[in-house]
């Protein structure tokens, strides 16, 4: 199995800034295994969506709502991921979930995509 346990969750006012971070661990937390990972969220009385995805090689994709505030990187040698966020807003509130697998092309942003999740933390961000 693999492993995923994100941090960096918290309150913020808005226009403020985060850092999440996801490290990956198991027998089977491998870049085979965790080809792409992403970081999704779900808000109160909505569905699990995603914010940012990230392959090995670096290739990133993101959700339209969070372009140029939120930046996805990782470190394969540390099997960990981040979320740098930044002008965050009050509709940005929700818990932030950390995903790895093998998504097919049309799912690297879909959580039907992933295989492996983490337990989340929660973003709260006061207007």
């Known amino acids: 199995q693999v492993q995923l346990v994100e941090s960096g969750g918290g309150s913020v006012q808005s226009g403020g800034s985060l850092r999440l971070s996801c490290a990956a661990s198991?027998?089977?937390?491998?870049?085979?295994?965790?080809?792409?990972m992403g970081w999704f969220r779900r808000a109160p009385g909505k569905e699990r969506e995603g914010v940012a995805a990230?392959?090995?090689?670096?290739?990133?994709l993101y959700a339209d709502s969070v372009k140029g505030r939120f930046t996805i990187s990782r470190d394969n040698a540390k099997n960990t991921l981040y979320l740098q966020m930044g002008s965050l807003k009050p509709e940005d509130t929700a818990m932030y979930y950390c995903?790895?697998?093998?998504?097919?092309?049309?799912?690297?942003?879909?959580?039907?995509?992933?295989?492996?999740w983490g337990q989340g933390t929660q973003v709260t961000v006061s207007s």
């Open positions: 995903a790895a697998g093998r998504p097919g092309w049309t799912l690297r942003l879909h959580p039907a995509g992933y295989t492996y």
């Open positions: 198991g027998y089977y937390a491998s870049r085979y295994n965790m080809d792409w």
């Open positions: 990230i392959d090995t090689g670096g290739t990133t």
